[in-house]
């Protein structure tokens, strides 16, 4: 069969869902073509070009996109449409084919899913569910990259995150955790295992500035890390959802001061004011935060 898979995102971040149905099809004999959503709507009679066409989208705002893709047949899921599809399980824990993005030094994956928070903001309590629970060993989706990309929404939560800490240290792999890493759960034990990881970065979250465990917790954590540089020690900044400008620069500040990298995610960009997307401007461009030292005096319209 000839099928197609179509990334909605095209973010420059590879589709895991797609990766997964790539192998399973290949595994069959079939043929794979990978294109954006934006080719895939300049093809005529796409679906008379193809015997299946799936098409994945993780991003919200993607509305008229999506609808223009099911007028032509095409099969979508992910967390940024309105379907809550599955994979079947011997799809979801195939070894994702890489080659489909060409890519061969990194491997992408999930240990865990699911997360007890319920974070008013966040999607993965409602789709994963409020527990974190082990899905996979390592050894399911990583053969011997020089890198791997953790995925996982709340590792430190699930009851086996110490056995699964120990087999990203056994890889021998440069770790980049992804997604941010729960500080509120940092132990003696657990640190002295990311202690022993190759970690390429290291994302926490700050989300409420009202929450001064999240403070404590990253201060002790910055006392007893081996990670000296501060550029691997990221930390997601929730901005334009229930802080104020105030709390969203004290957050910047203090992480900066305390030898972490701040970087702002703003709550419904598209609708956002100007002054918090400028404000995301300067601290997510390295190049101006570290030579512009205080956001006034980067936009002296503003403080």
């Not at 105030?246 to 609708?271: A, S, T």
């Amino acid at each position: 069969m000839k099928i197609a898979l179509i990334d909605v995102d095209s973010h420059n971040f590879p589709n895991l869902v797609l990766m997964k149905l790539s192998a399973w099809h290949k595994a069959r004999g079939d043929e794979i073509t990978l294109m954006s959503a934006e080719k895939a709507l300049q093809e005529e009679n796409l679906i008379f070009k193809y015997d299946k066409i799936y098409g994945a989208c993780v991003f919200s705002g993607n509305e008229e996109v999506l609808r223009a893709l099911e007028l032509c047949g095409v099969h979508l899921g992910g967390t940024g449409t309105r379907y809550r599809e599955i994979l079947p399980y011997e799809v979801e824990h195939i070894m994702p084919d890489y080659s489909l993005y060409g890519i061969s030094d990194t491997a992408y994956g999930f240990l865990t899913r699911g997360c007890p928070r319920g974070c008013s903001f966040c999607v993965v309590g409602s789709k994963e569910g409020r527990k974190s629970y082990k899905v996979a060993d390592i050894s399911e989706w990583w053969r011997g990259q020089e890198n791997i990309k953790l995925l996982d929404p709340n590792l430190l939560a699930c009851s086996e995150h110490l056995e699964l800490l120990r087999q990203l240290a056994e890889t021998g792999a440069y770790i980049d955790i992804t997604q941010g890493l729960d500080a509120r759960l940092l132990t003696e034990k657990n640190i002295s295992l990311i202690n022993e990881l190759k970690i390429k970065a290291l994302h926490f979250a700050w989300d409420n500035p009202r929450d001064k465990s999240v403070v404590a917790a990253l201060k002790n954590f910055r006392k007893v890390s081996k990670i000296k540089n501060h550029r691997k020690l990221i930390v997601y900044v929730l901005c334009n959802y229930w802080s104020s400008r105030e709390e969203d620069l004290y957050r910047v500040y203090w992480l900066r001061d305390n030898g972490f990298d701040p970087y702002l995610m703003v709550y419904d960009k598209k609708n956002a004011p100007k002054a918090i997307t400028k404000m995301q401007r300067w601290v997510n461009n390295k190049r101006i935060f570290n030579v512009v030292k205080r956001f006034e005096d980067y936009d002296t319209r503003i403080g």
